[in-house]
DNA sequence: GGTGCCATGTAACGCGTTACATGATTAT
DNA sequence: ATAATCATGTAACGCGTTACATGGCACC
């Protein structure tokens, strides 16, 4: 959803062929750790770009070894990249996969929902424990964006741990709840009317 | 990657149907609202359960009208459900659109970035918005755990608000930073070797 | 001679989406 | 009548993934 349109952006700036592409992308976001594109991915949006007339093929450069194929960005793909420009980006899904497991956990009585609480704080302190370490080692001079994207990671850790600790507070209420469809339909064998 | 666990999870409290599944998750998750799963992924899902073996039909229902097809767990599904509560979640990716749309916007040079930023602010202050005005209007009594998924997306707004300030702040720091690769390959027309 | 980078892709799969199609029952 | 809800699916696509395959070049 954002790759394509990045994509976009960096054939404005400049043509390119796949590999670049990659390596320039790459170099945005901070080193293929923080935000690994595959060339896989590469190519196919290119092609499906291609096939969209969003980019087209600018010519082919052979310099020694392979074929590298340069894409420059068409007037319907500036048009495309300005209306992603223009548009707000959605805020990370309240689709959320622990909740999910917490009231799955408690539905189906499988798991213990304190235990997964604990579980999933752990998980979280380890990923805060690992940015800020990964934070205190780079260079602030040269890789200034990584650092705001480690603590905007950060940020939200802290969020959610704060979360963890409010709805582990209110546990006891939530199972007071009445559970939607406890035992409401219990099914035995198969039967036909 | 949670909707099939989520399903296995509603399997094992009880055999169902596509449709049940669906409703059975809606109500857990406070609504279609918060968290549509369209049809065509419940039983597209459910046929990959059952070609792994994860669930398994468990007898046809016919009241009236069309034919119900109930499925159960098997054990193989028992476990995977096992693994899914023993792992943690991760937590939401550091794959942030919005930073890499500025990145973009600062390399090509397409868009302002002092805009794009307070795009994003007006957008982000709109969802806050919405969700306090949603937060009011439940009753938690009977919705608590929707008020407890409301106030993590409220809570994850908020440092998203944060966070833009700051780089706002800090914004002429990154456009002194030395750009990966601005015009490093300048390339006109087509040319081989 | 091996390792690793440069550079290109294809194939197949998983998850999720939209759009489409069918047909019965129940409510207005 | 017609609209909503119940209940089932298929087809096709988009994004992203892993795994695989090819081949030249550079360096030690």
Redesign the pocket.
């Known amino acids: 959803?954002?790759?394509?349109h990045a994509m976009l952006g960096l054939l404005a700036q400049n043509p390119r062929?796949?590999?670049?592409?990659?390596?320039a992308f790459h170099a945005l976001v901070g080193g293929k750790k923080n935000w690994?594109?595959?060339?896989?991915?590469?190519?196919?949006?290119?092609?499906?770009l291609e096939q969209?007339g969003f980019v087209a093929e600018d010519g082919i450069e052979q310099?020694?070894?392979?074929?590298?194929?340069?894409y420059g960005i068409t007037l319907a793909g500036r048009e495309l990249l300005a209306e992603w420009f223009a548009c707000g980006v959605e805020p990370g899904h309240q689709q959320d996969e622990f909740f999910l497991k917490l009231m799955i956990g408690l539905a189906s009585g499988v798991a213990d929902p304190y235990q997964l609480i604990q579980n999933q704080r752990t998980h979280l302190f380890q990923k805060l424990h690992d940015i800020t370490k990964q934070r205190s080692n780079i260079d602030p001079g040269r890789e200034l964006a990584m650092i705001f994207l480690l603590d905007k990671a950060a940020m939200h850790l802290e969020a959610d741990l704060r979360w963890l600790d409010m709805i582990e507070g209110r546990l006891d209420e939530i199972k007071r709840q009445p559970l939607p469809e406890p035992e409401s339909k219990p099914r035995g064998r198969p039967r036909k009317t």
């Open positions: 959803m954002s790759v394509r062929h796949g590999y670049e592409l990659r390596a690994d594109v595959k060339p896989a991915q590469i190519y196919t949006t290119l092609t499906r969209g310099d020694s070894g392979p074929e590298k194929r340069i």
